[in-house]
């Protein structure tokens, strides 16, 4: 007869694997942008992102504060405070969650992300690819912006975990030194890329810093 701790501990690793599979199912449920992966080295990618429509805000706040208010605006949107011919719809989520520092794009290394300040960010989230912008819903809310952004190559790191100002200075520090190398020139300021709800657990959370290059 089974013990009650080789019980528990059965139990335990079910709820463990049901966990990750729930998380696979939901990232897998989600749409991304398109891209085509140009190169790869390790945890850093060369991407060129197909044209793509996002809904943008500004907001101001420190890295965490800003997020929370440009993630709260955008969903707003997306979950019903639109106009169409018919009303209103409900727009479905997509990922990453992109966000960007808006008071400095020179250097990548920049310590955008100091908790002793704050700041004014740009926020946005893509629209779903079934849209066009004649067809999209129009916010309610003036102060989110509809955009129709080109096709653009990218820099990108790829990292789990929380995205913190270490973190972020050590992966910004990282794609720095490789653009370097590989001379390659870049074009405004490295955004962070979001992937997972707020309640994923850390180690399962997939995060970016891209930086748009020539």
Known sequence: MKSIHTITALKFVAFFFILIGLFISSAMATEEPDFS?????????????EQKII????????FDEASSRGFKLLADFIFG???TDEGSEKISMTSPVEMYSLENNIQITSPVMSEEGSGVWS??????????????????????????????????????????ESSYNEKAELLDNYLKAHNL?????????RYNP???????????????IN
């Open 37 to 49: 992966l140009i190169l790869k080295e390790e945890n850093i990618e060369i991407r060129e992102y």
């Open 55 to 62: 809904a943008q805000v500004e907001v101001s706040g420190d």
């Open 81 to 83: 405070n639109n106009i």
């Open 123 to 164: 926020v946005n989230f893509t629209m779903p690819k079934k849209f066009t912008l004649e067809s999209l819903p129009k916010p309610a809310n003036t102060a989110v912006e509809i955009i129709q952004v080109p096709k653009e190559k990218y820099a990108v790191i790829v990292f789990s975990g929380l995205v913190t």
């Open 185 to 193: 020139e870049t074009i405004g300021p490295v955004k962070v890329a």
């Open 198 to 212: 707020p309640w994923t657990l850390p180690f399962f959370r997939r995060n970016e810093l891209m930086v748009k």
